[in-house]
């Protein structure tokens, strides 16, 4: 695994995370992260602001997480930049039965408006490329969550994956952030 570089790692774990999601027919996937499991749920406080993400092409999906959470009265925010060059901050997400007050972000991906209340969140549910069973978590490459998890420890951070996103290893630096638990639709790893 070692020899292998981190850009050839994601580019073969994002065709297989391509490969497995469009494998499962539609009626299968449309169930899957609509609430998040009661172990987790246990974990995080009745006042905790969640910080989730606008799930990209085959990402596991954050959006029903953020309207379980929402419905459950925490407050939502999402990643926002102000340009590809400044650091990921988050900002409120007011409303996750629409995209109304979500803009295009220089990423290409949907984030809360300029205008929108920046926020810390308290749990961070993360998006990713691959992850091990401990934890360890290897993103997109652009090293925003880890510069954000390293700037502002929240009380839990958590990714969202498919099953087919778990790995034995992989390759990591002193600056990857491991996480506290991945969700997948069939387990949890980590303890909470």
């Known amino acids: 695994m070692t020899d292998i570089s981190k850009s050839e790692f994601r580019r073969t774990l994002r065709a297989a995370r391509k490969a497995h999601v469009e494998a499962l027919p539609d009626s299968i996937r449309g169930l899957l992260f609509h609430r998040p499991p ?41 990643p926002r930049f102000a340009s590809p060059a400044e650091p990921m901050t988050f900002a409120r997400h007011s409303d ?34 691959g992850f091990t069973p401990d934890l360890a978590r290897l993103g997109q490459g652009g090293g925003h969550y880890d510069r954000w998890l390293a700037e502002h420890p929240p009380q839990l951070a958590v990714g969202l994956a498919w099953d087919a996103q778990a790995c034995e290893t992989l390759p990591t630096e002193p600056h990857d952030r491991p996480l506290d638990a991945v969700v997948t639709p069939t387990r949890i790893y980590g303890t909470l």
């Not at 969640?50 to 085959?58: C, K, Q, R, V």
């Not at 039965?97 to 803009?103: I, P």
């Open 38 to 78: 009661a172990p987790l749920l246990a974990r995080i406080g009745d006042e905790a602001v969640i910080g989730l993400y606008h799930a990209a092409a085959y990402e596991a999906p954050a959006s029903g997480y953020a309207r379980f959470f929402h419905e459950a009265g925490h407050i939502i925010a999402l």
């Open 96 to 129: 996750p039965y629409a995209e109304g007050d979500l803009e295009v972000g220089p990423f290409g991906i949907l984030q809360p408006s300029a205008d929108a209340e920046p926020l810390v969140p308290d749990v961070l549910f993360v998006p990713l490329v």
